[in-house]
């Protein structure tokens, strides 16, 4: 005795129905959005925090220390061959440079301003 349990059709050739499916995945792309967003928010705002406090030294060697980083996973990504199997980790390369490059570009914006005479 064999039983097959059927599934409904994924999505259906009605062009609502199609339609429907673009919107409900914009929604969860939206909402993937805000979610980021909302990470990099708060990301931000720690390390903000954190940078402030810091002496003008302690803030160098901080910044220092992310180009360094930056410098060495552009360096390994350029390593990286490209290839389907290697996708993934291209990607998560290219996501952490794209990250670093984004917080030093607010960490170049705190600190002490120059004075004008």
């Known amino acids: 005795f064999f039983l097959m349990i059927r599934r409904p059709p994924r999505s259906t050739q009605s062009r609502s129905s199609a339609a429907s499916d673009v919107y409900k995945r914009q929604d969860l792309s939206d ?11 708060s990301i931000r705002k720690w ?20 180009n360094q980083k930056l410098k060495n996973l552009q360096e ?19 996501a952490d440079i794209e990250q670093i490059q ?13 004075t004008s005479s």
Do not use: H
Request: aromatic share 10%; hydrophobic share 30%; with cysteine.
């Open 31 to 41: 909402s993937c959005n805000q979610k980021d967003l909302q990470i990099y928010s």
């Open 47 to 66: 390390e903000t925090e954190k940078a402030e406090k810091m002496n003008p030294q302690e803030l160098d060697t901080y910044v220092g220390k992310l």
């Open 76 to 94: 390994q990504r350029d390593l990286i061959p490209f290839s389907l199997n290697l996708s993934n980790q291209l990607w998560r390369c290219t």
């Open 102 to 114: 984004w917080r030093l570009a607010y960490l170049k914006n705190i600190g002490p301003k120059p």
